[in-house]
């Protein structure tokens, strides 16, 4: 009986080794701002001319156009990060010109990006990052732009989710335990005695 359960119970870890392995996943909810708002997001800071549109994304049909005069607006989310894992940050920016502006990202309170401050006009370009995160961490845009905007777009955040087991993970499980439970019902009952 004994042997039985021990096989039972290494046929249970063996089949949770095999459920299929965690990969990287996105993170970020309407990265893209293809829900046409900031749906996902939250805006904070000085709103003031801070849209979702069309008129200048990097792919698409929405790209965030950022800019506030006078004061910094911010735009952030909560991503369900695991402490101590490493996350692979990036997004597209744009920038039409002219001053005053700025724009900073911070990833879970660190900044990510040195201050852009006062900076020329420039076409779409990827800003990539690797950062460690707790659980969640906060991304944060923190962006002023007095005579024109700031253009974001395609914003991803890829690394591990706070632990969920995968459907097939389960599956594994269930069946493992099932395997357990049948051989502990299955326990040999002593023979008894047979009268003549």
Known sequence: MRKNLLTAAAFAVATIGFAAPAQAVELVTNGGFETGNFSGWTLGGNTGFTSVGTGTPHSGTYAADLGPIGSQGTLSQSLATIAGHSYNISFWL???GGTPNNFQAFFDGAPILLDLNNAGAFTYFNFT???????????????????AFWHLDDVSVLGDRAPVPEPA????????????????????RPALAQVA
């Open 129 to 147: 990052f690797s950062a460690v995160g707790s659980a969640p961490s906060l991304l944060e845009f923190r962006y002023q732009q007095d005579p």
């Open 169 to 188: 993970t389960w599956a594994m499980m269930l069946l493992g335990f099932g395997g357990i439970g049948l051989a502990m019902r299955r326990r040999r």
């Open 94 to 96: 744009q920038h039409d």
